[in-house]
């Protein structure tokens, strides 16, 4: 094996004829192995070579003329490269190894610029003046060779570049070419006549690949050579115009000098669609800046802003109807006279937009004050919650005694009522004489009783002794989370519960007064929430709430008088930022009873007092928070996430519902929403597709009630 590697270097050195007169080189190497070719050049020039082993195969190289040992490195290197091999410097040794493992070994690093030339495989760092890197590398990926790399660091702007020599120098050429300073104009247009916002939104119809701040709805700007801008500036009536190339502005120069002439006789009228305000209203608020007056919202405001009273009929919270805001005919007209001119001002409902009659000076100060306050509105969800958690204890134990005897003439009897309400012994002895259940006493009654109630003709008992144990114990833990969505500075409610009826009065019939009657009044009973919003620039919100949880008491007697109910309401205005979670308030109540019934001296004999006592107690706790979280939506896409996030929810818990089979009772349908189907992105002014109606999952065409 030695043998056959001396024969073969020897027989590439003899391939190189080497002219020591003039320092050339005659190059001979026809299907040549790799390895040898490579030891004959480090022979030649004095180079130190490491092969990896992958790299096999035969070379080519013939030179029909001596060549200067100083080429000999260069036209290996490009020989390698059409076999898919490269060599990599590192310091005085040159590796030489596949193409696509070259960019992750160390190699020559160069600056802006690059001092190496031919195959060589270095790394250049490149950092661009004007023009951004990830706006160019999709330009430069595809002149880098395959095996090669191109990449971007964004904080500075800079290019790194792995490749050939040659190839990196005809990127450079590239880049530079690229990496200009923006020949852009930027001048102001003074407008004399026309407003500046309609001669804007006129030229972006005119012109799609125009950037117009203030461009029509519906109008989709297109990619094109020339990039400008023009932006309407209302204080000052004057249209800033960018434009890279000085013909495209010269045509929008002139373009707007023609549209920025006098209107003809009777052309002052102008019509202003709205985009986010009410006309009606927009209207009323143009009337009382032209007059100087109140323009009649002041009043509806005020009402809106504070919308809740403490003072009511009833002794409760309360809030007065809400009715929306409106404003009269006469209210969305408007005829002033300024410097001598008629100025009219009308409001079309609608169509939601404007009719300014006036001349152009005073139209365009309108105009720039209906740009500013034609505004989206932003939308608040605001989610309440209410987290109660109750627990009881109740105990009673006592001995009571009726003890009665004599003869015809003389009878004595001796009572000892030491129970409450239902425990009471009168109680209970009105319910065994009457043969009423419903008036036995709750709990344990032990009792002796003389005489049998129950038999036919049996004799009226008198009891001898009772005693009485009762204990009750009670858990509730109630979570309720009320919410909606309303528009900034508008105020909403939501009501869930119900609405019973409570006697107020009563008469009877009577010989003056034949006709009996009942007055009812009807009330709600449930959870409560009224909000009203006010966003904030800075994202804060103002909140104005009303919340009021109420319930029927079951555990108040009224002696026949009605029901009781239990209510729990708060009134607050709290500032809170977006999504953040606040508590509005709570009651955390822990209450504890004792109550001995005795009979004097003989309750407080030891041990055989008990017999003359009648003891209970009653522990209660009340945990409740009040909790409120509000999310400011500021565009349709966090609407619908929202909704599209509700909507699902809801299905998946209706997924979950279900009856099990019944082998002698039909199955029910299943009631299911209906899959959201996928939003395509439309245009502004695409008509809105209305959503599908529920529907009965397993009946076709069934719509659900």
Not at 41 to 62: A, E, Q, S, Y
Not at 297 to 325: D, F, I
Not at 636 to 647: C, E, F, K, N, P
């Amino acid at each position: 094996m030695l043998r056959a590697s001396r024969r073969l270097l020897l027989a590439s050195l003899l391939a190189a004829h080497v002219h020591a007169a003039d320092n050339k080189v005659t190059l001979n190497f026809v299907n040549a192995d790799i390895e040898s070719t490579v030891k004959a050049v480090g022979l030649i020039t004095g180079k130190n070579f490491l092969i990896d082993p992958r790299v096999k195969g035969t070379i080519n190289i013939v030179s029909a003329q001596p060549v200067d040992k100083d080429s000999v490195y260069p036209v290996l290197l490009s020989a390698l490269r059409q076999q898919g091999f490269t060599a990599v410097e590192s310091g005085k040794l040159v590796k030489v190894m596949p193409e696509a493992d070259a960019k992750t070994n160390s190699g020559p690093t160069e600056s802006r610029e690059l001092r190496a030339a031919g195959d060589r495989i270095v790394t250049q760092v490149y950092p661009l003046k004007f023009e951004s890197a990830n706006q160019i590398l999709p330009i430069l990926r595809p002149l880098v060779s395959a095996n090669n790399a191109i990449s971007v660091y964004a904080p500075s702007n800079t290019l790194v570049i792995t490749d050939y020599a040659d190839n990196i120098r005809r990127l450079n050429r590239i880049i530079q070419s690229i990496d200009q300073p923006a020949q852009s104009d930027i001048f102001p247009v003074q407008l004399k006549y026309a407003s500046a916002v309609d001669v804007s939104q006129m030229l972006s119809r005119l012109m799609p690949e125009l950037n117009a701040q203030g461009a029509i709805p519906g109008t989709t700007p297109v990619d094109g050579a020339r990039r400008s801008s023009v932006v309407p500036d209302v204080r000052s009536n004057t249209l800033l115009v960018r434009s890279e190339n000085a013909v495209h502005a010269q045509q929008i120069r002139r373009l707007i000098e023609t549209l920025d002439q006098p209107g003809a006789a009777g052309g002052n009228i102008h019509v202003v669609y709205l985009r986010n305000a009410e006309a009606v209203k927009l209207a009323a608020t143009l009337k009382g800046v032209l007059t100087g007056q109140d323009s009649g919202g002041t009043q509806a405001a005020s009402n809106s802003t504070a919308p809740m009273s403490t003072g009511s009929s009833n002794g409760g919270l309360s809030l007065p109807p809400s009715s929306p805001a409106s404003v009269s005919t006469g209210s969305s007209a408007a005829s002033v006279q300024i410097g001598g001119v008629t100025v009219l001002l009308q409001a079309d409902p609608m169509t939601n937009s404007l009719i300014i009659t006036a001349p152009d000076n005073v139209y365009n100060n309108l105009r720039s004050v209906i740009d500013k306050l034609d505004v989206r509105r932003a939308q608040v969800y605001v989610e309440a919650m209410i987290a109660e958690v109750n627990a009881s204890k109740v105990g009673e134990f006592g001995v009571q005694w009726l003890l009665g005897g004599g003869n015809d003439n003389v009878s004595g009897i001796g009572v000892s009522a030491l129970g409450l309400l239902s425990n009471s012994i009168g109680s209970l002895i009105s319910g065994i004489v009457n043969k009423d259940p419903n008036k036995i006493p709750t709990g344990l009654t032990v009792g002796v009783v003389n005489g049998n109630p129950f038999k036919e003709g049996g004799k009226t008992p008198t009891l001898g002794v009772l005693a009485s144990a009762l204990q009750n114990t009670g858990d509730a833990n109630i979570l309720s989370t009320p919410n909606l969505i309303t528009l900034d500075n508008e105020e909403a409610r939501i009501m869930v519960g119900q609405n019973i009826p409570i006697i107020t009065g009563t008469q009877s019939s009577t010989g003056s007064n034949p006709n009996p009657f009942t007055t009812v009044e009807r009330k709600d009973i449930g959870i409560s929430l009224r909000v009203k919003p006010q966003v904030s620039e800075g994202g804060s919100i103002t909140l104005s709430v009303y919340q009021e949880v109420s319930t029927i008491d079951n555990t108040v007697n009224t002696n026949g008088a009605g029901i009781a109910t239990k209510k729990r309401a708060l009134e607050s205005k709290v500032l809170v930022d977006d999504g953040q979670v606040v508590v509005l308030g709570g009651l955390i109540q822990d209450q504890l009873d004792n109550a001995v019934n005795k009979v004097p001296g003989l309750g407080d004999v030891p041990g055989l007092g008990n017999l003359f006592k009648y003891q209970s107690r009653n522990w209660g706790k009340v945990n409740l928070m009040i909790f409120l979280r509000p999310v400011i939506l500021r565009d349709g896409a966090a609407s619908d996430t929202l909704s599209t996030d509700r909507y699902q929810y809801l299905r998946n818990e209706q997924a979950k519902f279900g009856f099990d089979s019944h082998p002698f009772l039909p199955d029910l349908p299943k009631v299911v929403l209906p899959e959201l189907p996928a939003q395509p992105v439309k245009p502004a002014d695409a008509p809105v597709t209305p959503k599908a109606e529920p529907s009965v999952q397993g009946v076709p065409g069934a719509a659900q009630p």
